[in-house]
Structure formats: structure tokens, C-alpha cells
């Protein structure tokens, strides 16, 4: 090979290189359907259709982690974005959000049937509960949040770490490992599809909705026009229908009037 052909050749090969990594958006999360459910399925979360249809030219490399690590990769720049993080996650994780919202988050509580446990948003309406199933690595406001923070409870604060949290917070509820277990009306709504949990769960009450967002790494390439990029596709979609066709496939309505 000459000399002249082989460097050519050399730089070409960097080239591709750098361009497959720059067009490839590794986004993470734990599993949390409808918002993001298993790689690789029919359906694998509408956010996940919605970034295949915002960044048609990347690759969308979905993977499954807990979601502590999620955060810590994506701060370090290994994944491109964590997926349906709260403004509040994105800034202790020193993430890059855009204005443009992907849902909201309702925090609720969950109780087995025939627990009379009814939740307003006031801690004290949790003072009877003895065993309360959460996510490691999330946050809870109101009444929940206050609930957790308080050291008088902590023996009380059974967290599920894992790829799917919320299921297995879920089966321990069923087998009356927990009094109750804080989760997402969404994702819970989702779960109790299965009817091996129909009329076994009952929803205690809700906290406010909280806006979620793609959180994406500020050591990323392109890092800056990520967010801006995002948000532009996200109203493109809602102006043209699409979103309103991919919610519909989760059952879920849109978050903006």
C-alpha cells in the first residue's frame, strides 16, 4: 500500500469514527413505562419514540440502568442523557435540561385494598405507616418528601435500588412486605394493566404535578444545542400530531393544552 493511500486511508477511518460516535445518543434511566420501558420492544416508551423522531439522523441507544448510575453517567459524559429527570435532578447532577417538558411527574401513594390509608399531601397523614416502599436515588416533595426526611422514620424507608423498581416495590405491597409504596400514577397506572394486580392496589392520594425533562451531559459532543435541539422537535411534533399519535399508543394524554 503507498504511503499517500495509506494515510488517506487512516484519516478517513478517524472520520467515520468520530462520526458515528458524534451521531450516536446513548440515554439511560431505570425502567419506568410508559415513559421508558424495555429496549428493544414494541414499545419501548413513547420518550423513546419521541427522541427517535426529534434526532431522526442519530442512533437512539437506549440502556437500562439504575437510576443513581443514570445520573452519574450521564454527568460524567459516558451516556449522552438521563431520561424524565426533575429540574431539581438536573441541577444537582449538573445537567443541561431545556424548557420543553417530556410529561409530569405525580408522586402518589399506593396501599393493598381494604387499607383505609388516605393521603391529602400532609406528612402526618403517613403517621400509620410502617413500612414505606420508594426508589433509591429519586426525590419526593410534599408531605412524602417531609415524610422521608424525617429521622423518626427512616427505619420505616424500605428503598428498591435495581433496573425496575417500581415492579418490585409493587410485589413486595402484594405479599405484604409494605403498608405502601410511593410511585407515579403513570407508571403505576401502567403496571396495574397486569391483572394479576387488578383489584388488589388502591390509590391513596397524590402529591402535585411535577414537569420531567430530558436531562443531557454538558461533556458530551454538541452538548450546548442538545436541549435546544430537543425542545424545537418536541413542538414540531406537537404541532403536527405526531406526539399526540405516539401518547396514544401508552394511553397517555398530552402534558401541555
Given amino acids: 500500500m503507498r504511503p499517500a493511500f495509506k494515510y488517506l486511508l487512516v484519516i478517513s477511518l478517524l472520520l467515520l469514527a468520530a462520526r458515528t460516535y458524534a451521531e450516536r445518543l446513548q440515554v439511560v434511566a431505570d425502567i419506568w413505562c410508559p415513559f421508558n420501558c424495555q429496549p428493544n420492544a414494541p414499545l419501548p416508551g413513547y420518550i423513546i419514540e419521541v427522541l427517535a423522531a426529534v434526532f431522526p439522523q442519530e442512533h437512539i441507544d437506549y440502556q437500562v440502568v439504575p437510576w443513581k448510575r443514570a445520573v452519574l453517567q450521564t454527568r460524567q459524559g459516558v451516556s449522552t442523557a438521563a431520561i424524565a429527570a426533575t429540574a431539581e435532578m438536573a441541577k444537582e447532577g449538573l445537567l443541561l435540561i431545556g424548557r420543553q417538558p417530556v410529561g409530569h411527574a405525580y408522586d402518589c401513594l399506593y396501599v393493598a385494598s381494604g387499607n383505609p390509608l388516605s393521603y391529602h399531601g ?6 400509620g405507616v410502617q413500612r414505606l416502599g420508594i426508589a433509591l436515588g429519586y426525590e419526593y416533595a410534599e408531605g412524602i418528601g417531609e415524610w422521608l426526611a424525617n429521622d423518626a422514620n427512616k427505619a420505616k424507608i424500605f428503598a428498591e435500588s435495581g433496573d425496575e423498581p417500581a415492579r418490585r416495590n409493587l410485589r413486595k405491597l402484594m405479599r405484604g412486605g409494605l403498608d405502601g409504596m410511593v410511585e407515579d400514577r403513570s407508571v403505576m397506572s401502567f403496571l396495574l394493566l397486569d391483572p394479576a394486580y387488578a383489584g388488589r392496589v388502591t390509590l391513596a392520594g397524590c402529591n402535585q404535578a411535577v414537569p420531567l425533562y430530558m436531562a443531557f451531559s454538558p461533556k458530551r ?32 394524554t398530552d402534558w401541555q393544552p
Fill in 122 to 127: 400532609r406528612a402526618a397523614d403517613l403517621h
Fill in 221 to 252: 459532543p454538541g452538548a450546548e444545542s442538545l436541549p435546544e435541539r430537543f425542545d424545537q422537535g418536541l413542538v414540531a411534533l406537537r404541532q403536527s400530531g405526531r406526539l399526540a399519535q405516539i401518547l396514544g399508543k401508552y394511553g397517555v
